[in-house]
């Protein structure tokens, strides 16, 4: 079945050590999303690609950084986690970039930070 | 600027009881309007969409959604609901002035109880 992968499922790091999310997809989509939801919360757009056109939301961090090698593969490095950090980092994405275009999920990575 | 506002933060309910799940928006244009739902430790998988014709739209597990332009709204109902649909549900709305960028509500928990 084609799908949004993340890997790991969980990810525990120390505070200020760097960190990597993975993301594939085999769906074979032009834009790529990474989305942070905190418990109870909705999930906030940190970025997206459209192929390789990188778009930073203009409240996400300079903590948070994002490569996109590929088609298939997207990362998220937080360059010093904090506690505030912690979260679901959830990865999504759609064909194109019209309003109509469903965005489809990976099951997440939950992010610790001790 | 779009807004979403899910009037219910948790809504219990005994298996095999009516459910609504009650979504407004704002916006000073055309929307589309989406249900997300997130089982725990998942990633968001779409329920159902609203883009265009029939204001109603259902889903494949017995969920439907009726878009209500005058009272901008988008509430999901389930005539019978079972355990399995205990999770978190997110509405959300797209508009084609912010391409396929998703404005989220605060998310409802449905609690279903045997």
Same mark, same amino acid.
């Given at each position: 079945?084609?799908?949004?992968?993340?890997?790991?499922?969980?990810?525990? +790091? =120390? !505070?200020?050590?760097?960190? +990597?999310?993975?993301?594939?997809? +085999?769906?074979?989509?032009?834009?790529? $999303?990474? $989305? =942070?939801?905190?418990?109870? =919360?909705? &999930?906030?757009?940190?970025?997206?690609?459209?192929?390789?056109?990188?778009?930073?939301?203009?409240?996400?961090?300079?903590? !948070? =950084?994002?490569?996109?090698?590929?088609?298939?593969?997207?990362?998220?490095?937080?360059?010093? &986690?904090?506690?505030?950090?912690?979260?679901?980092?959830?990865?999504? +994405?759609?064909?194109?970039?019209?309003?109509?275009?469903?965005?489809? !999920?990976?099951?997440?990575?939950?992010?610790?930070?001790? | 600027?779009?807004? @979403? %506002? *899910?009037?219910?933060?948790?809504?219990?309910?005994?298996?095999?009881?009516?459910?609504?799940?009650?979504?407004?928006?704002?916006?000073? @244009?055309? @929307?589309?309007?989406?249900?997300?739902?997130?089982?725990?430790?998942?990633?968001? *998988?779409?329920?159902?969409?609203?883009?265009?014709?029939? %204001?109603?739209?259902?889903?494949?597990?017995?969920?439907?959604?009726?878009?209500?332009?005058?009272? %901008?709204?988008?509430?999901?109902?389930?005539?019978?609901?079972?355990?399995?649909?205990?999770?978190?549900?997110?509405?959300?709305?797209?508009?084609?002035?912010?391409?396929?960028?998703?404005?989220?509500?605060?998310? %409802?928990?449905?609690?279903?109880?045997?």
């Amino acid at each position: 079945d084609a799908m949004v992968i993340q890997n790991p499922r969980y990810q525990v +790091t =120390q !505070f200020g050590k760097p960190v +990597t999310l993975s993301c594939s997809q +085999t769906l074979n989509h032009n834009v790529m $999303y990474w $989305y =942070q939801q905190k418990s109870s =919360q909705a &999930p906030k757009l940190l970025f997206h690609y459209y192929d390789k056109d990188f778009n930073n939301e203009a409240d996400t961090p300079d903590n !948070f =950084q994002s490569r996109r090698p590929n088609t298939s593969f997207c990362f998220l490095d937080i360059r010093s &986690p904090g506690l505030g950090d912690a979260a679901m980092y959830l990865c999504a +994405t759609s064909r194109e970039d019209r309003a109509t275009d469903t965005q489809y !999920f990976g099951p997440g990575t939950r992010l610790t930070v001790l | 600027a779009q807004s @979403v %506002t *899910q009037l219910d933060s948790q809504v219990p309910v005994f298996e095999e009881a009516p459910v609504e799940l009650r979504c407004n928006y704002s916006s000073s @244009v055309s @929307v589309y309007l989406f249900w997300y739902v997130q089982y725990p430790n998942q990633g968001l *998988q779409l329920l159902l969409k609203y883009l265009s014709g029939s %204001t109603l739209v259902e889903s494949i597990n017995g969920f439907e959604a009726e878009f209500n332009k005058s009272q %901008t709204s988008f509430h999901l109902r389930k005539p019978s609901v079972h355990i399995s649909d205990t999770a978190e549900y997110f509405c959300a709305v797209s508009d084609n002035n912010a391409g396929n960028m998703l404005t989220f509500g605060g998310g %409802t928990r449905l609690m279903v109880k045997p």
